[in-house]
């Protein structure tokens, strides 16, 4: 069983950034493709952004192209989404979500991924 941890959350103003991590309890046994979503207060969770495993190819909600980066370090088991430029509707509850994964895959769909992190929430306030 793999867990995944969440942290960097926190309050910032309009127009911030923040580095939000997901770390792996341990390294798994297979490749893996790893997920960010968010879920708003009263909003049902989304999709945010996806990597496949040592981020050769990339995935992103339109709202946050440009501003979001998703990004792995392999030695740390860790995936970073760096997140610039952030604005009130950024404000969210983030979760992480692996699944096993081979090649340049990646996944868009909550259904897809069988490990979730606990969350960690930003957010975005003046």
């Known amino acids: 069983q793999v867990q995944l941890v969440e942290s960097g959350g926190g309050l910032v103003q309009p127009g911030a950034s923040l580095r939000l991590s997901c770390a792996a309890s341990?390294?798994?046994?297979?490749?893996?493709?790893v997920g960010w979503f968010r879920q708003g207060l009263g909003k049902e969770r989304e999709f945010v952004a996806a990597?496949?495993?040592?981020?050769?190819?990339?995935y992103y909600l339109d709202s946050v192209k440009g501003r979001f980066t998703i990004s792995w370090d392999i030695a740390k088991n860790t995936v970073f989404l760096q997140m610039n430029s952030l604005n009130p509707e950024d404000t969210a509850v983030y979760y992480c979500?692996?699944?096993?994964?081979?090649?340049?895959?990646?996944?868009?769909?909550?259904?897809?991924?069988?490990?979730w992190g606990q969350g960690t929430q930003v957010t975005v306030s003046s």
């Open positions: 979500a692996a699944r096993g994964a081979v090649g340049n895959l990646y996944y868009i769909r909550q259904n897809d991924y069988n490990y």
């Open positions: 341990r390294r798994t046994d297979s490749t893996v493709a």
């Open positions: 990597i496949s495993w040592g981020g050769k190819a990339t």
